[in-house]
């Protein structure tokens, strides 16, 4: 029975301690290695300055700055950041949490100091031992060494300083690091909530095209009903996902053209030219298919003349690329394009690029042209 009741009572924090230091991200990794270096530079360089015969003792101060680094990165990996992420990151900040947190850097500095001051002592590391400086006077001549009392004192400030200056750092990283996943996390959402808004729209077009058909040819019906099943199945595949690649995207756009391309026959003419470099970008979903959809409903079915639909993408320079769909607009009581559907597929591609994408749209001479230029998506930095 003793021995459950320790397994039960045994303290958590040791568990979170050890999992709040084993998540790291690469940027973190690299600080912290940046910091090591640097720190190892800095310790160098002042041994280096404080010691009388440097010559004699350079192996042990490169090994002295090597181990300090080391103490210093391990110190605030193992001790401070697991202390920060559990009880000031994601919660509510007081004076009293605030307070707490110094008391903590302090006892840690003075456990990192001790740890600093006892590597002076040991046999192999004697020569880096600076703990006996001596005041130099202003006439040039020594004074007295300096007390034990006053580098204890010294000593723990120092350490506090550099381990309370890491503290802030890494606090005001981590906010600024957490203000941007939520931002992108809202913008998902966003781009989530507005491509659900289609789903219904496109839906209902390709059934009204299948009323449509039922009584004027029953085979034609038949064979759209069959484009339908294969149209839901890959909208329903790809319904989860707030961005495609322009190839999924087109995939999908394909099965909804085709469906349209046996309700209007020769009044429909496609032209596709993606070309093969812009397949692998991305695109917020059902951008294709919205664009699709307006040249369909205000520029194809508005005209008993043959139309034509044209769907383009070219890469532009090492940045950027441009994706167009261009289609046939006769009736001039025809609004080009749903002015809905155009500024929803806006909306996303500001919450997907920022401002790093153009939007245009125009009627000229009978054709309605949308035109997006986009950047490539390993230069896309969100």
Not at 89 to 113: E, M, N, P, Q, W
Not at 228 to 248: A, F, V, Y
């Amino acid at each position: 029975m003793p021995y459950a009741m320790s397994s039960t009572t045994e303290p958590k924090w040791l568990l979170n301690f050890y999992l709040n230091s084993r998540n790291t991200s690469k940027s973190y990794r690299a600080a912290m290695l940046i910091m090591f270096w640097l720190h190892f530079i800095l310790t160098w360089s002042v041994m280096l300055s404080l010691i009388e015969v440097p010559d004699r003792h350079y192996n042990d101060i490169i090994l002295r700055s090597f181990l300090e680094a080391a103490l210093l990165v391990g110190v605030c990996h193992c001790l401070i950041r697991p202390y920060l992420r559990m009880n000031l990151i994601g919660s509510s900040v007081d004076l009293r949490s605030t307070f707490k947190g110094l008391l903590y850097v302090a006892l840690i500095s003075f456990i990192y100091f001790l740890i600093s001051y006892s590597m002076g002592q040991m046999s192999f590391l004697k020569g880096t031992d600076i703990s006996q400086i001596q005041v130099v006077t202003e006439k040039g001549k020594m004074g007295g060494e300096v007390t034990l009392l006053a580098i204890v004192i010294i000593g723990c400030l120092e350490s506090f300083a550099t381990l309370f200056l890491w503290s802030v750092a890494y606090l005001v990283w981590h906010f600024h690091k957490n203000k941007k996943e939520l931002q992108v996390q809202v913008n998902e959402s966003q781009i989530q909530q507005l491509t659900n808004q289609l789903s219904p729209h496109f839906l209902f077009n390709t059934l009204n095209s299948i009323r449509a058909l039922i009584f004027a040819d029953q085979e034609k019906a038949a064979e759209v009903l069959t484009l339908l099943s294969d149209l839901l199945r890959s909208q329903m595949q790809s319904q989860i996902k707030i961005q495609s690649t322009l190839e999924q995207d087109w995939l999908l756009t394909s099965k909804y053209l085709s469906i349209e391309k046996v309700r209007f026959d020769k009044r429909l003419e496609l032209i596709v030219d993606l070309d093969e470099s812009t397949l692998r970008e991305s695109i917020p979903t059902l951008t294709l298919l919205t664009l699709a959809e307006n040249a369909i409903k205000h520029g194809i079915s508005t005209s008993s003349k043959p139309g034509f639909i044209r769907i383009e993408s070219q890469s532009l320079t090492s940045n950027m690329w441009r994706l167009s769909v261009t289609n046939t607009v006769y009736s001039s009581k025809s609004q080009p394009g749903t002015r809905v559907g155009l500024h929803n597929v806006k909306k996303r591609l500001e919450l997907m690029f920022a401002r790093q994408y153009k939007f245009s749209s125009a009627l000229d001479n009978e054709l309605f042209t949308v035109s997006m230029e986009l950047p490539h998506a390993k230069s896309v930095n969100r």
